[in-house]
Nanobody, 123 residues
Framework: QVQLVESGGGSVQAGGSLRLSCTSS????????LSWFRQAPGKEREGVAG????????EYADSVKDRFTISLDIAKRTMYLEMNILKPEDTAMYYC????????????????WGQGTQVTVSS
């Protein structure tokens, strides 16, 4: 099982920025994809951004393209999500997840999840 721990959430005004981190003490190249998901109250969980560990090819949801950037520091076993121009609709619990499959826009195949970090954007 892959251990994942998120951090960096908080409260910010619209237009502001936050950087989330996801650290794994068990991150290995046997995994293929690390991703960020989010879930707002009363809504289904949705994929936000993903990155392939081997070639660092990325995938983004349309709602966050050009605002969010996902990156990976293998040496630190940490994935990041830089979130800019935040909007109230970005308010959600953000989770990182790991998959042995490559990242796709289907956002499936994730078996291991972190506990989540809350992001709140006020207008």
């Amino acid at each position: 099982q892959v251990q994942l721990v998120e951090s960096g959430g908080g409260s910010v005004q619209a237009g502001g920025s936050l950087r989330l981190s996801c650290t794994s003490s068990t991150l290995t190249y046997s995994l293929n994809c690390l991703s960020w998901f989010r879930q707002a109250p009363g809504k289904e969980r949705e994929g936000v951004a993903g990155i392939n560990i081997f070639d660092e090819i990325t995938e983004y949801a349309d709602s966050v393209k050009d605002r969010f950037t996902i990156s990976l520091d293998i040496a630190k076993r940490t994935m990041y999500l830089e979130m800019n121009i935040l909007k109230p609709e970005d308010t959600a619990m953000y989770y990182c997840a790991a998959s042995f499959s490559v990242c796709t826009s289907a956002w499936t195949g994730f078996r291991d999840w972190g506990q989540g970090t809350q992001v709140t954007v006020s207008s």
